[in-house]
């Protein structure tokens, strides 16, 4: 079946540090690629999206790039911030019915240091 | 403003004394799902509702009942609550039509059976 796969944390970075969290996908079809941030506290909140292949989503300076030669949407950034500290989840929408669900990686969590 | 809302945030109860868990959306969309966030399994489905009266199973429905009879509410309710419900739930929703429908999730609701 569908799949997400990312890498596991924690992560610590210091600040202005760059950031990469790596995410690849299984899945039939072409499906819809996204990450979610989630902050302390709160809910999911989506950071960006790409729909088909080659797209980039990008957000709040992070950028993902839909690779599908490498079943891939790792997510970078150049320079971290301490207010990125949060956990992220990679996620997929396969299938184009209004019930296709989403599929969640297990989330990483990324630590900043000042 | 736009969102998902759940009652209560934080639960504490008793093996098998009955819980109801509350979401409502004021955006009118006609998908509300909900989920349950365990650590190092990031989120399963619960069940899913695609409109009124539509609800189904998702990957992880076992002791767990919803009901859809109004579009904005989709409360969550576990008859006979055990400590494996222990988790983290959240509440979603997205428009449904689209296949890049962002969803919009809810705070959480930090549920413990005793």
């Known amino acids: 079946g569908d799949s997400v796969t990312q890498m596991e944390g924690p992560v610590t970075l210091s600040e202005e540090a760059f950031l990469t969290i790596n995410c690849t996908y299984t899945?039939?079809?072409?499906?819809?690629l996204f990450w979610y941030v989630q902050y302390p506290g709160e809910g999911l909140q989506l950071l960006l999206k790409?729909?088909?292949?080659?797209d980039k989503g990008s957000n709040k300076g992070f950028e993902a790039t839909y690779r599908k030669e490498t079943t891939s949407f790792h997510l970078e950034k150049g320079s971290v911030q301490v207010s990125d500290s949060a956990v992220y989840f990679c996620?997929?929408?396969?299938?184009?019915?209004?019930?296709?669900?989403?599929?969640f990686g297990s989330g990483t969590r990324l630590s900043i240091r000042p | 403003e736009a969102q998902v809302t759940q009652n209560p945030r934080y639960l504490i109860t008793v093996t098998g004394k009955k819980l109801t868990v509350t979401c409502s959306q004021n955006m009118n969309h006609e998908y509300m799902s909900w989920y349950r966030q365990d650590p190092g399994l990031g989120l399963r489905q619960i069940y899913y509702s695609m409109n009124v009266e539509v609800t189904d199973k998702g990957d992880v429905p076992e002791g767990y009942k919803v009901s859809r009879k109004e579009k904005r509410n989709f409360p969550l309710i576990l008859e006979s609550p055990s400590p494996n419900q222990t988790s983290l739930y959240f509440c979603?929703?997205?428009?449904?039509?689209?296949?890049?429908?962002?969803?919009?999730f809810g705070p959480g609701t930090r549920l413990t059976v005793l």
């Open positions: 996620a997929l929408r396969a299938g184009y019915s209004s019930a296709s669900k989403i599929i």
């Open positions: 899945a039939t079809g072409y499906p819809s």
């Open positions: 790409a729909t088909k292949a080659d």
């Open positions: 979603a929703s997205r428009p449904g039509t689209g296949v890049t429908d962002t969803q919009y």
